[in-house]
């Protein structure tokens, strides 16, 4: 069982090499709609909402940190519209079931 994650609990995640500082807020918005995480890519940093029960929230920080991937990667850039939510949805359910069967990767991840 995943505990969840508080305000204290932040840490950074390299990811390409860029430092994204992954903080839990009690409440978290986009475009002033509340949401489970978000990440900034700009500002290099995802917020996930403290709320949430352990394993919600290392799924959605996984989902984050592939927002983050994309956007490290230039990926983001050329994407239109919901482009960008499409392609993170499709890695997020292609790959959550390897990391989700694997503890050890989680522990690696300070999950
Ligand atoms: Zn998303």
Known sequence: MIKPKSHKD???LPIGGV??????????????DECDGLTSGSEE???ICSTLPGHKQARVTFHEIIHSCLHVG?????????????????????????????PEIKDKLDW
């Open 10 to 12: 932040s840490y950074t």
């Open 19 to 32: 430092p994204f500082k992954v903080s839990f807020q009690d409440k978290v918005f986009d475009e002033g």
């Open 45 to 47: 940093k995802i917020e």
């Open 74 to 102: 230039g990926v983001t850039q050329i994407l239109k519209g919901d482009q960008e939510e499409a392609v993170v949805q499709c890695l997020e359910y292609m790959l959550w079931p390897l990391v989700d069967l694997r």
